[in-house]
């Protein structure tokens, strides 16, 4: 069974940091995406951030290119989103994800595992 469990949310405030961690558990893919979307109240989930394990591979969302960068410990089996530079429309709840379908942040269900969310805040 494949768990993903997302941490590292919080409030900051505009121009702070944040690192969120997602550790999984139970993937059997050889390769795969893993990747981070968010979800603000009343908007649509969007992709934020997704990794290919198989040669690295890395999306960036148009607003987030040059603040956030993803990166993953295949060691630990962790997934990370290190977040700088943040402004209150990044507040949303950022879900952690994993799947083999190609370009999965483009699609509603892009991935075949979510984890629960981490909340975070950015006031101004």
């Known amino acids: 069974q494949v768990q993903l469990v997302e941490s590292g949310g919080g409030s900051v405030q505009a121009g702070g940091s944040l690192n969120l961690s997602c550790g999984a558990s139970?993937?059997?893919?050889?390769?795969?995406?893993m990747g981070w979307s968010r979800q603000a109240p009343g908007k649509e989930r969007e992709g934020v951030a997704a990794?290919?394990?198989?040669?690295?591979?890395?999306y960036y969302l148009n607003s987030v290119k040059g603040r956030f960068t993803i990166s993953r410990d295949k060691a630990k089996n962790t997934l990370y989103l290190q977040m700088n530079s943040l402004q209150p429309e990044d507040t949303a709840k950022y879900y952690c994800?994993?799947?083999?379908?190609?370009?999965?942040?483009?699609?509603?269900?892009?991935?075949?595992?979510w984890g629960q969310g981490t909340q975070v805040t950015v006031s101004s």
């Open positions: 990794i290919y394990t198989g040669n690295g591979f890395a």
């Open positions: 139970g993937v059997t893919y050889t390769h795969y995406y």
């Open positions: 994800a994993a799947g083999t379908q190609a370009y999965p942040w483009s699609k509603k269900d892009g991935y075949d595992y």
